[in-house]
């Protein structure tokens, strides 16, 4: 478990700009990603009746069609224990196995962090 006062300061900020999304948006999940030139994608969490997408999946997306190539990081603010095995397979499939993913509490504390594919 890492705590957000030990991450660099790009880390920090999509934690925080997650957190500012879920907080914004009153939706239960809020995510940000960083891409391979260091821009950043901010989304909430979906749900149509047509179309749930999870905050890191929106957030994914988002970079997909900005024309991202790669992710640096990915960060999620939730109330869940755990990242969902379908938001870190869209994390691993643009960015790769061993693109972190950050798992932050409302609070913006950092509970967890796990490598895209494990």
């Known amino acids: 478990m890492t705590e957000s ?6 880390d920090r ?4 700009l997650a957190r500012s999304a879920r907080a914004r ?7 940000a990603v960083r891409d391979e030139t260091g821009r950043t994608y901010v989304a909430g969490t979906v749900v149509l009746e047509s179309l749930k ?9 988002m970079a997909v069609a900005s024309g991202a190539k790669s992710l640096e990081a990915a ?10 095995d379908e938001d870190r397979a869209a994390v691993r499939d643009l960015g790769g196995p ?3 993913v950050l798992l932050a509490g409302p609070d913006g504390t950092v509970r967890l962090t796990v490598p895209a594919g494990s």
């Open 75 to 84: 960060a999620v603010v939730t109330e869940a224990e755990t990242a969902a």
């Open 53 to 61: 997408l999870s905050a890191l999946q929106t957030a994914v997306a």
């Open 98 to 100: 061993e693109t972190p």
């Open 25 to 31: 948006n009153g939706v239960p999940e809020g995510a």
């Open 13 to 16: 900020k999509i934690i925080t």
């Open 5 to 10: 006062t030990e991450l660099g300061p790009e």
